[in-house]
């Protein structure tokens, strides 16, 4: 099929790091916006990016634009649109939306509007209209409208891409996937030295890392798209794409990635997580607390992702933990890069070290800052380049 614009949708903050991605990928990046980036290609470049990317959320491929003042416009406007040649009469249908427009009181009235347009023309055609509803592990379409401008998307990924399919067990407070990609891909490591993820929780950080130096695709695990529910789906070339993106996956790396957590149960949770990703042999697990964490002699990167401390309570009692993720910087790490992701600023400053880089995140709605940390000391690489 013809190439189309591509919208990667990703978390706000994030857009040069997919945008770095893309271009890793061979894909040109024609704009960015506040949270995704454009591209361009065919139905086969939407399957290979859901299956590749690892900082994107949503792979949207756009098949068509244009000006509606209403519902009834933007009905009358989408009724037009060959949607028999997308999805089938027997299918299912779900829409989703963004949308700013004066004369929309209720956010619903247009998805049920372009929903109607939709399996109106689809039953116009065939004479049989596919089933809908808000489940989105089949068909979704994506509605842009904002003022008069509308664009209308098929979400080719339906479920985020976040969902690599292999945390079965969450953990406390997690870091969605796709933004734990984001965060490694910020610092200096090189993915040829030591890569340290204290507090490790559910082990998302330590296992986007293990998936990374493997070169292991990030929707390897994912058994379902919502590309595989479209009419120009074709399992041949799914299958072709996913055998030439799948790599081999390597019986060691010659560097170590080390996990651990002061909680058992934790430190199991990471190990369950990381064995359905194919990389628990990747993958150092150790119970200890962070300020016992194993150093290795050869300097990389120590990421740390403590809690933020909601309360007044919580906060007092994180400042000496925070001091302590310091302390830790200063004697046990030198020639390392230091790396502490945080929603509260005020607890940042209680590092007590001064800081390389401030990188803004956002974490859901809470605006995070990934704080870098040069630990000079004894011999050190020649400066690492970031990469996806």
Same mark, same amino acid.
């Given at each position: 099929?013809?190439?189309?614009?591509?919208?990667?949708?990703?978390?706000?903050?994030?857009?040069?790091?997919?945008?770095?991605?893309?271009?890793?990928?061979?894909?040109?990046?024609?704009?960015?916006?506040?949270?995704?980036?454009?591209?361009?290609?065919?139905?086969?470049?939407?399957?290979?990016?859901?299956?590749?990317?690892?900082?994107?959320?949503?792979?949207?491929?756009?098949?068509?634009?244009?000006?509606?003042?209403?519902?009834?416009?933007?009905?009358?406007?989408?009724?037009?649109?060959?949607?028999?040649?997308?999805?089938?009469?027997?299918?299912?249908?779900?829409?989703?939306?963004?949308?700013?427009?004066?004369?929309? =009181?209720?956010?619903?009235?247009?998805? !049920?509007?372009?929903?109607? *347009?939709?399996?109106? +023309? #689809? @039953? $116009?055609?065939?004479?049989?209209?596919?089933?809908?509803?808000?489940?989105?592990?089949?068909?979704?379409?994506?509605?842009?409208?904002?003022?008069?401008?509308?664009?209308?998307?098929?979400?080719?990924?339906?479920?985020?891409?976040?969902?690599?399919?292999?945390?079965?067990?969450?953990?406390?407070?997690?870091?969605?996937?796709?933004?734990?990609?984001?965060?490694?891909?910020?610092?200096?490591?090189?993915?040829?030295?030591?890569?340290?993820?204290?507090?490790?929780?559910?082990?998302?950080?330590?296992?986007?890392?293990?998936?990374?130096?493997?070169?292991?695709?990030?929707?390897?695990?994912?058994? =379902?798209?919502?590309?595989?529910?479209? !009419?120009?789906?074709?399992? *041949?070339?799914?299958? +072709? #794409? @996913? $055998?030439?993106?799948?790599?081999?996956?390597?019986?060691?790396?010659?560097?170590?990635?080390?996990?651990?957590?002061?909680?058992?149960?934790?430190?199991?949770?990471?190990?369950?997580?990381?064995?359905?990703?194919?990389?628990?042999?990747?993958?150092?697990?150790?119970?200890?607390?962070?300020?016992?964490?194993?150093?290795?002699?050869?300097?990389?990167?120590?990421?740390?992702?403590?809690?933020?401390?909601?309360?007044?309570?919580?906060?007092?009692?994180?400042?000496?933990?925070?001091?302590?993720?310091?302390?830790?910087?200063?004697?046990?790490?030198?020639?390392?890069?230091?790396?502490?992701?945080?929603?509260?600023?005020?607890?940042?400053?209680?590092?007590?070290?001064?800081?390389?880089?401030?990188?803004?995140?956002?974490?859901?709605?809470?605006?995070?800052?990934?704080?870098?940390?040069?630990?000079?000391?004894?011999?050190?690489?020649?400066?690492?380049?970031?990469?996806?």
């Amino acid at each position: 099929m013809s190439e189309r614009p591509i919208l990667v949708t990703c978390p706000k903050a994030c857009p040069p790091y997919l945008a770095a991605e893309l271009a890793s990928l061979g894909y040109a990046v024609t704009s960015e916006v506040s949270n995704g980036v454009f591209t361009r290609g065919d139905y086969d470049d939407c399957m290979q990016l859901n299956l590749t990317l690892r900082t994107g959320l949503r792979v949207l491929w756009q098949v068509d634009s244009f000006s509606a003042l209403d519902g009834e416009d933007l009905y009358y406007q989408a009724n037009r649109m060959p949607w028999e040649d997308w999805i089938s009469e027997e299918g299912y249908l779900s829409i989703v939306s963004s949308i700013r427009n004066d004369t929309v =009181n209720n956010t619903k009235y247009p998805n !049920l509007r372009l929903k109607d *347009a939709i399996v109106d +023309r #689809i @039953r $116009e055609q065939t004479g049989q209209r596919p089933n809908s509803g808000n489940e989105r592990d089949q068909a979704v379409v994506f509605l842009y409208w904002q003022g008069e401008e509308v664009c209308l998307y098929l979400d080719t990924s339906g479920v985020p891409l976040s969902n690599r399919g292999y945390r079965l067990m969450p953990g406390k407070a997690p870091l969605r996937e796709n933004l734990a990609a984001s965060i490694i891909a910020a610092t200096q490591w090189d993915r040829a030295s030591p890569f340290l993820n204290p507090m490790c929780g559910s082990g998302t950080l330590a296992i986007e890392a293990a998936l990374m130096a493997s070169g292991i695709p990030g929707g390897q695990a994912r058994d =379902n798209f919502a590309f595989m529910h479209f !009419l120009p789906y074709q399992i *041949a070339a799914h299958e +072709r #794409i @996913r $055998e030439a993106v799948k790599k081999r996956i390597p019986d060691s790396l010659p560097f170590p990635i080390i996990a651990s957590d002061i909680n058992r149960q934790a430190i199991q949770a990471a190990q369950t997580n990381a064995r359905k990703a194919g990389v628990d042999h990747l993958i150092e697990f150790r119970v200890c607390d962070f300020k016992e964490s194993p150093i290795p002699e050869d300097p990389g990167v120590i990421v740390l992702n403590p809690e933020y401390g909601e309360r007044l309570g919580e906060q007092r009692k994180l400042e000496a933990t925070y001091k302590d993720i310091g302390d830790l910087f200063k004697r046990r790490c030198p020639g390392y890069w230091g790396y502490v992701f945080t929603g509260n600023r005020e607890l940042g400053k209680r590092v007590g070290l001064k800081t390389k880089r401030k990188i803004e995140f956002y974490n859901g709605p809470i605006e995070c800052r990934l704080l870098e940390y040069e630990l000079y000391g004894g011999t050190r690489r020649t400066k690492f380049e970031s990469r996806i």
